[in-house]
């Protein structure tokens, strides 16, 4: 693949174990580029960041979501299936990234659209270099809609 650059983009975060929010938005840093990593810790609250809604009315649409699957209160699974069933978001790309490996949560995952499924790694080399290709295969390869 060419080194074509990687543009600089808004990520959305929605985890809420602030260990993997610092290990995510250090290993970004870590890339070709320095995108803006938005953070929100329950599925509610990513919501109403998507939606723009009361303390979010300003936030820039974002280019990606990553989405844990284990969220207190409503679940990754729910806020998948909520970004998807709606017409002005659904065209957002979705990578889930949790620690669960189970079948049943990589296809419940597909059937509610997820754009793709990664497990958290176990080292800090492995997310950096999950990150990397996460960066260079939604900026660099594929075409999205501009919002």
């Given amino acids: ?24 938005s250090t290993a970004f840093a870590e890339g070709k580029a320095q995108h803006r990593l938005h953070v929100c810790r329950t599925g509610e609250e990513g919501l109403a960041f998507l939606r723009r809604e009361e303390e979010f009315a300003d936030a820039p649409r974002p280019d990606l979501v990553m989405l844990d699957l284990n969220l207190p209160r409503m679940t990754g699974h729910e806020v998948l299936q909520d970004i ?58 594929v075409k999205t809609p501009k919002f």
Avoid: Q
Avoid at 8 to 21: K, M, Q, T
Avoid at 96 to 125: C, F, G, I, Q
């Fill in 1 to 24: 693949m060419s080194e074509t650059a990687v543009r600089n983009a808004d990520i959305l975060l929605i985890e809420d174990n602030e260990g993997d929010v610092l290990l995510t």
């Fill in 84 to 141: 998807k069933e709606s017409d002005s978001l659904r065209e957002i790309p979705v990578v889930v990234m949790t620690s669960s490996n189970a079948e049943t949560d990589v296809l419940r995952s597909y059937r509610l659209h997820a754009n793709s499924y990664v497990v958290k790694p176990a080292s800090m080399d492995e997310l950096i270099e999950i990150t990397n290709a996460i960066e260079a295969f939604w900026f660099r390869v």
